[in-house]
Structure formats: C-alpha cells, structure tokens
C-alpha cells in the first residue's frame, strides 16, 4: 500500500516517477500497474492481498449430467453393507456416462464427491527407494511369485457352511502388469500351492477357462528367465530349486529388510484385494476396515466361485484396463511384447507341474518302496529299476494315490500308484492328522492298514457332523406347524341330561369333506 500511494502521491514524473517506485518495491512495471487499478477499484489494504490462482473451493467444474451421476453412484456405493473400493464407484461412474453418452469422469472428482460426503479416501502415494526394484522390458524376463491371505470367507460345497479365509498364490509378470496364473487353496502356501501356481503360469490356460466356465482368452503364458522371490520358507525348497534348474529359470531373491523391491506384486495384490472387499462375506483389512460388518453371516461363495470370479477378475478386468505404470493395458503390453520375441515354452508340458512338485529320496528296488507308511509299486520298476538305489521322488501332498519317480539316464517320471490299488485317495495333511491319532492311543509303530483304517474313521466322522449340521438345518429351515386342532372335551354322566338332543349334531373338524 505505501508504494501505491507514492506512485499516486505525485502528479509529475509520469513514467519515470512508476519506475522509480517499481526499483524500491522490486517489482516490475506490470505488477506496480495492476496494484494501483486494484486501489483505484478498492482502495482499502484486503484489495492489495495476494489471491490464490485455480478455482475456488468448493467450485465444480463438471457439468450438471456427470455429477448427478457420480452422485448417484455414491448414493449406491455408500448404501451397501460391503466396503467397497473407491475403484468400483469409480468404474460404476463410467459406465454410466457411456451409457449416457457422455465423457468420463476422473478418479479425483469420485473422491472429491466423497471426501465432501465425509467418506475415506484410498489414494496412497507410493514412496521408496527405486533403485533396487528389478526392471526389465522383456515380457516373462522377470516373475514375481507371492502369497497373501485372501479378504473373504469362503463356505462349503452343498451345505454352505463358512469354513474359512482361503490363500492365493499369484505368479506377475513386471514388464508386462500381466497376471500369468494363479492358485487358490484353503492350505497354506508350500511348495505345492507354489508348484500349481508355476504350472498355471508355464502352460496355456484354454482347459482352466473351460473348467471355470470362463469364455475369453487368456493368452500369458512362458517360462520365464528368472522368479523374483522373498525369503519365504517355501521359496527355498528344494522342489522348486531342482524345477527351476530343469528349465533354465534362475532364482532371485529380495534383500531381507527392503520389501519394497517386490513393489509390483505387492501393489497388485492391494490392488486384488480392494476389489475382493466388495464381495459377500470380506473381511476388510483389519478389524477397523470390517467394522460391525458380520462376515461369516454373509458369506456366500464357494471355493471354486471365487476362482471363476477371480478368473473374471484378472481376464475381463484387469488385463483390459490401463495400468498407470506402462501407460497401456497389460493385454496390450503382452501383444508388444511377444509381437516382437516369441516366448520361451516348455517341451515337455505334461511333466512341467511335476518338475517343481515337493521332492524327497528313497530307495527304489523292483519292488517298490515304502513313502509316508504307505507302499508303492509298478511292474515297470523291475524292468526300469532291476537293482535297488536311491533316487527322487515327487508327489502331490494333496493326492497321495499316485507318485511320480524319476527314471535315472532317461529324464523321464514313472508314475507310480498304492501296492493296493483299492486304498482311497488321500491327502498328506489326512496322513499326518491320522500318525498324530495314533500315537495318541499308545501305538508305537504304525503300518499302512492302521494309517488308512484311522483315516476312514475321521471321514466318517466328519461325514456324520455334517449329515447332522444339514439335518439341523432343514429343521431350523421349516416352517411351524400350525396349532393343534382342540378336541371337544367327552361329556361325563352327570353331564349327560345337559344334552339337547333336538339340536343338530356339530361334527368333528376332521369329518367336515369338501364336495
């Protein structure tokens, strides 16, 4: 203000006089001219203030159809017992403007709307370190493998029971965002989940699609040049070690004390998560997210469900939207990138899921040998195997029917079932549960009738409780029987003469017949 009036204050001098003034307030000309028309307008001191440039707050700048619609979308998004990712209200708002047939609208005027509603808002700005993450332009040159426990109750087939939070195993390729196989199981991760993740991941993925009932495509697929791997117990084993040396795929690990270098999984598992709290039966993040929200109450898929959603997910979703890393969708990066440089395949994929199975030696003669109390034998062995050594074997944990042995000199497996074939398919968990039961009851030693025998027994068991829980439920499920129909009470002798037999006889409800 006291350089304005002293521009003002003298009435000679003209431009030299401005300039003069401009020197001793350091401004220039332009900036001494917009001050003194502000005072001529206002001459008070709140007109000389500075004014923040952009629009004011509180202003919107979208037109009146877009915001009803954004509007309208929280209005659903904020009315639903799940807590649903800002992504959802986001892709919602679109849709609807293309169906309307108008532009689309940003993330930030989704968050804008419910930040003025008083709602959270998820935008994270992700922050670390850049100079240990791995990069590579070439698509499988680098493959992260990581598990995570899945935000969502699953139930029972049939009975619809909730059983639990199941884990997932996701194999993602860095160059590309594209996801190359996953596996879904209520065990926790070990070298088998991690062995069904990679055979997914190596191999094409037309049976999976069909087996879910999924119909588009899934074209990622390769061995990769080299797993990206935390120190996870599973991640050191030596199935996936022997498996990875078959196909030439080299094993790297991250720095203990530096998560961030897995940043690409890790982000998209957040990212797969947020969309599964919008599912029946989520359980947020944390208690706080979950709030009074009762999850087993409302969980409602099943296992194999949640992987054909999940299969949606990744497929329809995902891979056809712009991933703000690589400025493109990942299906797309994936055409760049294979256009240009086939990738590497397996030649043998029927054996490649069993290259990187859990692994141990035994002694192998022909006539058999004997894994986890249980025998196993195949004619072939003599012929294959005429003088008893020591070699590997591979197995399924979940399926303990049938193991596979590795032939020496031909680079090949033999599949190798029960001694007795009529002994039922069992797991390596049932196998454990059963050895644990019978040292309970005192037994030392432990053959392969008592280990089968106890595991009929626990099936039947658990079979039995769930005949009971579905019982107990229809119960619970009919609906009441109504009131018992009174009966007309017999008269006694004395009150025989209080009879009027002039009357009209009433007859029982149960003779009244309809014509």
């Known amino acids: ?45 709140t007109s000389l203030l500075p004014v923040q440039r952009g629009p004011k707050a509180g202003n919107r700048r979208l037109d009146f159809e877009r915001d009803a619609i954004i509007e309208g979308v929280l209005d659903d998004w904020m009315s639903k017992r799940e807590i649903l990712p800002i992504s959802a209200a986001h892709d919602e708002a679109n849709r609807r403007c293309k169906r309307a047939g108008l532009p689309h609208v940003s993330r930030g005027a989704v968050e804008a709307r419910l930040r003025a509603r008083g709602g959270p808002s998820r935008r994270r700005k992700e922050e670390g370190p850049p100079s240990d993450i791995p990069a590579t332009r070439r698509a499988l040159g680098i493959v992260q493998v990581d598990h995570t426990l899945v935000d969502v109750i699953v139930v029972q087939e049939g009975i619809r ?14 160059a590309t965002r594209a996801v190359l196989g996953f596996q879904v199981s209520l065990d926790s991760p070990s070298a088998a989940s991690v062995a069904m993740a990679l055979g997914m991941a190596c191999l094409p993925k037309n049976n999976w699609l069909y087996k879910v ?167 072939l062995l003599s012929r294959l195997l005429p003088t008893p050594q020591r070699t590997w074997i591979r197995f399924n944990p979940r399926n303990l029917s049938r193991v596979y042995v590795t032939i020496p000199g031909r680079d090949e497996y033999l599949a190798v079932p029960y001694a007795d074939l009529r002994r039922p398919p069992i797991s390596l968990s049932e196998q454990q549960a059963a050895m644990r039961d019978i040292a309970e009851r005192g037994r030392r030693t432990a053959n392969e009738d008592a280990v089968f025998a106890t595991i009929e027994e626990q099936r039947r068991l658990v079979d039995k409780a769930l005949s009971k829980t579905r019982n107990r439920r229809k119960v619970a499920k009919r609906p009441t029987e109504p009131a018992a129909i009174e009966t007309p009470r017999a008269a006694t002798v004395g009150e025989a003469a209080a009879i009027d037999f002039a009357q009209p006889a009433k007859p029982y409800p149960g003779e009244v017949w309809d014509r």
């Open 213 to 379: 009932g999924v119909g588009i495509e899934w074209p990622m697929y390769g061995l990769p040049e080299a797993l990206h791997l935390d120190n996870a117990k599973e991640f050191h084993s030596e199935a996936l070690r022997r498996g990875c040396e078959r196909h030439d795929i080299r094993l790297m690990y991250r720095s203990p004390g530096r998560p961030y270098t897995g940043g690409h999984i890790e982000r998209y598992l957040g990212t797969l998560m947020r969309r599964i709290h919008g599912l029946p039966g989520m359980t947020g993040s944390n208690p706080k997210e979950r709030g009074t929200y009762r999850s087993e109450k409302r969980s409602a898929l099943t296992l194999a469900e949640l992987e054909s959603w999940l299969t949606l997910e990744i497929v329809g979703r995902y891979h056809m939207t712009v991933h703000s890393g690589i400025h493109m969708t990942p299906a797309a990066a994936w055409r760049s990138a294979t256009r240009q440089r086939s990738v590497r395949q397996s030649l043998k994929p029927q054996e490649l899921v069993v290259d990187f199975m859990p692994v141990i030696a035994r002694k192998v003669s022909r006539s058999g040998f004997q894994l986890f109390h249980i025998r196993y034998w195949n004619p």
């Open 1 to 45: 203000m006291r350089f304005v009036k002293m521009a003002l204050a003298s009435k000679t001098g003209g431009t030299q006089r401005y300039a003069s003034v401009a020197r001793k307030a350091r401004v220039s000309m332009r900036v001494l001219y917009r001050w003194i028309e502000k005072w001529r307008r206002d001459s008070t001191l």
């Open 161 to 174: 029971q909730p059983i639990g939070r199941p884990w997932i195993t996701v194999v993602f390729d860095i």
